[in-house]
């Protein structure tokens, strides 16, 4: 009886099933950190992207077309939700992404893939 109780035969591979959903739930709780901050990335650098053409240009849907060609460059996982630019000669521009959660399954929501929204402003003068 003894011996059966200080056999250990088997336990590594016990422990290893055991670790293995909260590896893989790690890894995935961190590849969607990555993704949201890359999104983050996507829309700053589309804004930054629409301010210099309007700045230049003054106009307003050539702005909006160079910050969806950078969003929609980004990656599926994110999408372009607009670039409203408000003001004149002094003007603030935006760009709104929603970026999907990926690893949660659509089939899961009603609506489809759950996403959240984020917005980049910055401003600036137009040269003349």
């Given at each position: 009886m003894k011996r059966a109780l200080t056999n250990e035969e088997g336990s590594a591979t016990i422990e290893f099933l055991g670790m293995?959903?909260?590896v893989f739930s790690v890894m995935m709780i961190a590849w969607q950190f990555i993704a949201g901050f890359h999104g983050?990335?996507?829309a700053e650098s589309a804004v930054s992207e629409a301010a210099k053409v309007y700045s230049v240009t003054a106009?307003?849907?050539e702005?909006?077309?160079a910050a969806q060609n950078i969003v929609d460059a980004g990656g599926s996982y994110i999408s372009?939700?607009?670039a409203p630019i408000s003001g004149s000669n002094n003007f603030t521009a935006s760009v709104s992404v929603n970026i999907d959660f990926v690893f949660l399954?659509?089939?899961m929501f009603g609506g489809g893939k759950p996403t959240f929204s984020y917005t980049a402003d910055t401003?600036?003068?137009v040269i003349k």
């Open positions: 293995v959903p909260l983050l990335m996507i106009d307003a849907g702005a909006s077309q372009f939700a607009g399954p659509a089939s401003s600036g003068k």
